[in-house]
């Protein structure tokens, strides 16, 4: 029993986050029909912002939310800087610019802040455990957790239920079409970027808080995940995303607990392994997306 909720704590927790991180790569993707490689910056920058406002006198929350905001200020200057002036030439010119814009903010760490690995000012809850039916956890597990059920529940309402959301819908299905009746494209795609933004500076708030330290390579791992989820699930579904995150995060937290020591070291070769089975059984994912128009 005890073993069971432990498990199924670690699972929803830790797919919670995973979930996020695909969902905000694949907001991006699902109306440009492009992978923003820079995903994994916006979260480093969420991290150096609270590194950097640990000696302030602010409150934690509102460090956190200045975090979030500088992460969605950058996710809409990618847009800008490295989507806009190409995306209409050629995906390679895009995907380079991604790359070099990655590239750029990682430097700027590096030679501003530092290359090592910094703390970050956490609150004393992200350390505490708590105890339920017999069963000792995390409180930042349980945070996660919360968090992530909260924002999927209000990105659903967003996509469904407002203007904003339908657009971007419409945007994702067929952009040409939803320019000629009147879309306005660049609002939708930087809306998109924002959105991206705010789910990486919350991921990044949450991925610390695991970790306790900011380095400026701390957006890879995040990306790789991000990336490998939205494959499984399905690159041109949101709710595919969404299920690849958990189904990634089963994976993952299945092999920590049945491989033995000595074989826990080859945990990413399993992993991938039974990833390339799920991509040799369904190469477009779990959930296919809705056939999609050509990008301008």
Do not use: C
Not at 41 to 52: D, N, R
Request: overall charge positive; proline content about 4%; hydrophobic content about 60%.
């Amino acid at each position: 029993m005890g073993f069971g909720l432990q498990f199924v704590i670690d699972v929803l927790s830790l797919g919670g986050a995973y979930a996020l991180m695909a969902l905000g790569l694949v907001i991006v993707y699902g109306i440009l029909k492009l992978v923003n490689f820079a995903y994994g910056e916006l979260i480093m920058v969420a991290g150096y912002t609270m590194f950097l406002l640990g000696g302030s006198a602010l409150p934690w929350l509102v460090m956190a939310a200045v975090a979030v905001a500088m992460s969605m200020l950058a996710g809409v200057l990618t847009d800008y800087v490295a989507f806009r002036p190409v995306r209409a030439k050629s995906v390679t010119a895009v995907l380079i610019t991604s790359f070099a814009f990655s590239t750029l903010l990682q430097n700027l760490a590096l030679l501003f802040i530092s290359p090592r690995p910094r703390p970050v000012a956490l609150p004393e809850i992200f350390s505490e455990t708590v105890t339920i039916a017999g069963v000792v956890t995390p409180v930042r597990n349980l945070i996660t957790l919360a968090a992530s059920v909260l924002l999927l529940g209000l990105f659903a309402l967003l996509m469904r239920k407002t203007v904003l959301g339908i657009a971007m819908r419409a945007a994702a299905t067929h952009f040409i079409m939803a320019r000629m009746l009147g879309v306005p494209a660049n609002l939708i795609i930087t809306s998109a970027f924002a959105i991206s933004g705010f789910l990486a500076g919350v991921v990044g708030l949450l991925w610390i808080g695991r970790i306790g330290t900011v380095t400026p390579g701390i957006g890879l791992e995040p990306l790789l995940i991000a990336f490998i989820a939205t494959v499984i699930g399905g690159m041109r579904s949101m709710s595919g995303a969404v299920l690849g995150g958990f189904l990634f995060a089963l994976i993952d937290t299945t092999l920590n607990y049945t491989l033995s020591q000595d074989l826990l070291k080859f945990r990413d070769a399993f992993t991938f392994t039974l990833v390339i089975l799920i991509l040799l059984w369904r190469p477009e994912g779990l959930i296919k997306g809705p056939a999609t128009g050509q990008r301008t």
